[in-house]
């Protein structure tokens, strides 16, 4: 439509029936005509069977329905990231093929065009048990975005045999994803272990002076092992999000 | 010349030696080039006679010196903000006309169009004698943006009877700028007694537990005088701009 | 009355009965006497049609109910600001004519007197739809203070075509208000666009590491543009009561 | 007890049934026998009536009812700060006589002894309305530990007029109790009105960059006005502690 | 002078030659002509031979000789805090009498009158050696405001027999200073063994992790000692004024 | 298994079937065979009768079920912290033999094999009531792995005369864990008393500025008791582990 | 060596002269021993040609020059970053052919073999000119590890237009590293106009409540651009060693 | 002395000439001279051999040269820690015997008596070379202890190899001390490596996000190696203490 816009602005360009002055000004006070019909990447995500994506947090079951149905109407994919409880059943029952993950809080409706593969495999690395949610998060947003996912998990470095174990899977992987909370400590092994790059997602577990990941943050943010880069407390659909950045370039 | 760029477009539409869908592809890839000609605000700062400013903390003296040469040259005003203290003699040996303020670590040399004079005055109003440096740093930018500024100083609450002493001072101001360190108390108490707009500075001078300013800064965002605004630690430029703004609207 | 207080005294210096000293006396122990009915903002405020305001957020919906009853009774405009969900429906019964926002949690009852208006529109502008809530606090208080207001919505710069799209809005505004969570850096962005003064508000929407709007509020402090102010963290009261100091200086 | 230990312990010495190295021996090792006997402090305290003091926080009613039943038995009188919602039935039912102050989260129950009556009066300054919790603590500890309470309410310095108003009851105090939230100010203007003690208590209410009370904590630790001193967030009873130490002198 | 503006004011009044409405409202439009007439607490600071304070911190040895010099001529006392290294000898050279105390960094010169005399003895109460320097400026400023001072040194917790066996001295204060830097946990024992007043000062001394006097400064906020209030960090100065506030009362 | 992989390698190169530089890359790319044989700790841990601990946070009453089912099936003991009150009962009804303890939120099931006695007593020691919590999970750990446990209670440092009454009983305790919350005081004194390593813990016990135990945290990291370690804050077990590393060396 | 060592323990197996049962507790008691010859990600360096790096910063400049002496003399290539400025001249005078980057505080010495080249270009992208020694750390470290760099700069949002027009050169890069300090608003901008991975890296650059780099650092870590990852303040050096292991993948 | 003079008064009480009422008075007034003599562990740490500890930081070179000189003449030994560098001169100087540790900032004088031997060696394990100094604080203090030393120097959780090399000597330790920058990771791999108690010391070492060792610090406290204790910042003289109360256990 915009688009349409600028096309018919030059068509009368050249026809003659509107001056270059005046479609000079008039380029000059609509610079997101340009842009609205420039934005590659979300076209390129679309073609790419991207789906759309609904954050949760703080929207009503009834908010969260409507948005998706609206979506699903237009046969794109989209996928719901901390989905609140009480929305599950709702969206179910208005989206039957939504597969819902609870642990990961999460619902992925695939769309018609499927995602374009990224190319290798995406390790999703956990320290313990309490991580797992963050991990499914991150699962499901990768396999949604197209890439194939393995799982490393409890290999945290109180017992450092646990992921040393685990080495080869890690050193097959494109990407390796670790989360941790906690102390934080194991993507600073796993970065020196593997040459491929490493996304580190702290998490909200731990005692108190773990102040609600801001412990696992810090150690992350100050791993010895170059070249580790890091998201937000408990991100894990942050994480793979940059992981398919990788995947897909 | 960014401009004569989509011209040459619009006029080989007009001529016919470009096809409507290639230049359309061309403003497509290339949005900036109508905001590059579009940036009114930018211009009309110029035909203000609004001075360019140079933030001379952590470069050398002879790149200021390098930077405010060029500018001089082409006929701008200049205000360079915390002036390294061995800038200054260079600087001076530079530019013979700059106006050097040691207090508030500023340099400023008026363009050859004067400023557009703001609306009202803009009362500056200090909380102690140690709060003075970031006090004439937004003094010497008021008036380098062509404002009129009165000064109030050294009216911290602890001696209520001195701000209030100065209270038509205040009532008389069409911006007030409010700047205190340790418990950045008075913006509350100015804000109760004037309707104009209060911008409030905190500085960071004090005792160990004003943490360089984050007390004062503290205090004052959370005014129970409606309606003050804060900005940065020790930003008198800052408070400068944003009063600016209030008087050029 | 307390003028009335000051008279008398001022009578009887007049007519004999009092000498100067002791009435000397008198007025040293009494300064807020002279005070009390100079007050004028207040009784600007007043003749303004500005509303009163309670701050709802601690109190019981009986002592709600009951303070804007009384207010409401001398014909006097009020405004509630987070207004409890269980004051809802009590508030409503007692005054009929009250306006319930539910999304912005405010209430408010126009005053028999209008409120005067102030010179343009007031931008309300938001990153993200969780940034809502606030935007529509700052707007009804807006409206009840006798402010134009326009809505900018979702403009995040991670899509940065949307706020370029909504320039010329942006630059019409009087003042504009800029509500963020996450990263909060639509305000330095529309800081570059505008030349009108900018009020950011940081908002508590983000993972972990947003801190309860901490990191919106310094990002907004260190704004690269400069002369944006802010206000505290969800305050979109307080941004609009800034704002209204602008628009009826 | 203890101290009948020692007496033993002498009269054994007296009588020549212990030998002085081993008394000298046995004193080494029990050091604390001399000290028990010798917290003259607790003694003085219960000499002057002072109650003894339950904090609630964490406790269950069932607790609180059983300690403060052991106290009243003997006679003590006994303050229980902190109450929870559902201990004050039970605690009201167990003791008739027991002053429940639902506002201020306490509960009273004077002791037979009268306490020893405070020099002077000590007033209890708030800011807002949302302080009166914390006034309320300190006015009911004020009161059982035997001092005169006069209350200023509501005098935020955003209208300074109004503890301007009120500077002669603040004048006419022994100590001023000053409590505030939000940008904790009032200490400031106020220890500049008195030449008394000052303390200062910051209270955890405001928006979210008041950090539940941080931010008037740093504000009262750099008070302006020299000489005000500072207790924890919401500490209402530690604040009529200091006081009545200050009284009781 | 203010006062006498008044006085003349009333004088008109008197005469005739000034209406009373005039009048009223010429002081409705000066409140702090009555203010100014009436800040009794300073000038009885000035019959009590209360020395005026200069807080030399950021100010050159010029502006602190300047200013001291002024203030001596009139014949008043004059106490320098945070005197700077460089400002010791120009200071000594102008104003021979004065006396400097390096270790406390502090100048003090007694004014013609002397300081009215306090109730009782301030202890000054010191952790470790290196909290010296603060206890120096404490003892300083209560002499020159009129107190005697009693002195209690290196009595930190870690060997708990040392305070137990001052604890007469400590009983015999009127107000009880207690100044500690590393754990800071010096006034919770002091502050139980005694009934006076106890004021807590946090010193910037310690490893990392005590964070420049943050660590003392939350334990002495946290004081399980019910009644002990607190300072800023270092703020020996301010101990001591809150100090003489208590022994002046 | 993973030793018989190794054996198996070595036996085909013992045989000639294997190459050794092929028997060396496959040591290469399986290092933890080794370590998997070689995690003596763990076996040493089983063969002293350690039971198998369950970090009850943030799992459900199932998931904590079924783990324990599986754990005692093998016959090995097995201990769960932060129990979830929610999960008491199917526990207690799933294993019948099971001990809860309800203040400390742990379950303990003693395994077939007892655990090895640690040398010499373990004191736990708390300044308030409110820190028994933690000191009831210290406790049932210790008891868990093989330690004798001395409890001290309630001996806070405002009453100092407390814990110098129980001297004795610290200074015949292998080790001494301190668990305190508010001001943290308690650890500097006892570890001036006793010359056992004495490990600290800090509560989240206090008022405001206690920041849910980061105040005591610091208190105890800055004690100025050489030699004092900390643990995280309200970790009771973590303290015990750290003990019975002692006892057990 | 180590690995010899290995292969040693294999003949000896191989020829019958250790049995297999003694070989496996060698390798059981020595687990490094594998590890050691196994860490292939260092070999690959190696063969790769990636220089050795020494961190400057806390070490003598004769520290410095025999490490890297030492490094040299093997005919490996070498990265000094954080090179102390009294280190630049000794250096330079040891090594003649290193090349040293005053501005990014960097020595470089390319060793024998050539960096392996890494795919596609990295792009550097700096908000403001004090953003740039840390953008030349990681040119210089992204060009020793064998990658492309493309350089973007002075690109801060105020002036939008600015990345805009660079977008082109933005979406060519197959990482892009965004180096911001103040708000830290670039990255977010950045995120949403190219799919490649981005890299955000917070400076120390910025008014008093950046508090050295914080600021930036958390509005990264919130960027609402989906998938920015970030690493620690100032880490120029490790933001290219992240997009060397993404190019070199 | 002070044991003589509760002997004098026992003395006369066992010959009549006390009262048993007047001994019991002077008793509960003198309670320190009771714990005077019963400093019995001062009396052992003298007994042992233990060496007078001065802190250096914030000590003149004359201060601590003269505190030194009258350890030494009582033929004490004695330990300065944080030794400043310009004392260095003179201290060797006035004790020729004195062993001084540039790295470490200590100085060294062993007593008359040597220090009793601990049982077992204690670890000294860095992550890095520039956590040295803080290792050499910790190995001299250990060995002026009565301490055996081991070092494993380098071995930081990037390259895992290095740790697991090392694992036999860590396992022979009787306790080990873990010192860390940057992430603090060490700890957690080495408390799953040993049995052994664990004490982990961080380092100011790092970027700007490890915040002078609070990265470190609420890493290590965070540590999912269960038992693992922290000491302060750099502390690493701290920690040996620490040690040194296990080996002397």
Redesign the interface.
């Known amino acids: 439509m915009r ?1 349409e816009h ?2 018919d602005l ?2 009368r ?2 026809d ?1 029936s509107l001056e ?1 002055g005046n ?2 000004t008039a ?6 005509e ?6 590659i ?2 076209q ?2 679309l073609r790419q069977g991207f789906p759309e ?1 609904i ?1 949760g ?3 009503t079951p009834d908010q969260i329905c409507e948005i998706a149905t609206r979506i699903a109407e237009r046969g794109h994919g989209l996928l719901v990231t901390r989905l609140p409880a009480d929305a599950v059943e709702p969206l179910a029952g208005r989206l039957p093929g939504i597969e819902i993950n609870a642990l990961g809080r999460t619902a992925h409706l695939p769309g018609r065009e499927p995602a374009v593969q990224g190319k ?1 495999t995406v390790a999703v690395v956990t ?4 991580d797992l949610p963050v991990a499914e998060e991150a699962a499901v947003t990768l396999a949604a975005l197209g890439n194939c996912v393995s799982r490393v998990t409890d290999v ?6 646990r992921v ?2 685990r ?2 899977d890690l ?1 097959n992987a ?1 990407v390796v994803i670790v989360i941790a909370g ?4 194991l993507p ?2 796993v ?9 580190a997602v ?1 998490t ?32 894990g ?6 992981a ?3 995947t ?2």
């Open positions: 688009r600028v096309r030059l068509q360009v050249a003659g270059i479609a000079l380029l000059a006070f609509e610079p997101t340009s842009l609205a019909f420039a934005t990447d979300h390129r995500a994506v954050y947090a703080g929207k290798g320290a313990g048990t309490s945290g470095v109180a017992g450092i045999h040393l174990a080495r080869e050193g494109a906690m102390d934080g400590a600073s092994v970065g020196g272990l593997v040459s491929a790059p490493v996304i702290p909200s577990v731990g005692y108190g002076a773990a102040f609600q990941g801001l412990a696992p943050l810090l150690t992350m943010l100050n791993s010895c092992a170059a070249g580790v880069t890091v998201v937000n407390i408990d991100n659909f942050g994480a793979a999000v940059a398919s950045r990788i897909h370039a």
